[in-house]
Nanobody, 115 residues
């Protein structure tokens, strides 16, 4: 089993930056993939970015070029660096890990971007 704890959410002005963190209770070297999702009020949860065990990454088209996902194996932590934030990036951001073919989710962290 894996427990995930997100942090770093905040209120920020449009054009600003934030870095979200997702700390895992297990070594992320043993986790197949880790991803960020987000859910805005009244909308479905949507994919944001993913990093797989080999280090490959993929992004939603809406964030490509602005967001960067990375990992620190020594800290068992995955990060989401968010730049050039827009009001439409406002959402609760969730971390998801795939471990032994099962998905695990964190509790989420709120990101609010004011115009």
């Amino acid at each position: 089993q894996v427990q995930l704890v997100e942090s770093g959410g905040a209120l920020v002005q449009a054009g600003g930056s934030l870095r979200l963190s997702c700390a895992a209770s297990s070594s992320i070297r043993s986790i197949n993939s880790m991803a960020w999702y987000r859910q805005a009020p009244g909308k479905q949860r949507e994919f944001v970015a993913i990093i797989i065990s080999g280090g490959s990454t993929n992004y939603a088209s809406s964030v490509k070029g602005r967001f960067t996902i990375s990992r620190d194996d020594a800290r068992n932590t995955v990060y989401l660096e968010m730049n050039s934030l827009k009001p439409e990036d406002t959402a609760i951001y969730y971390c998801r890990a795939i471990f032994t073919a099962k998905p695990y989710w964190g509790q989420g962290t709120q990101v609010t971007v004011s115009s």
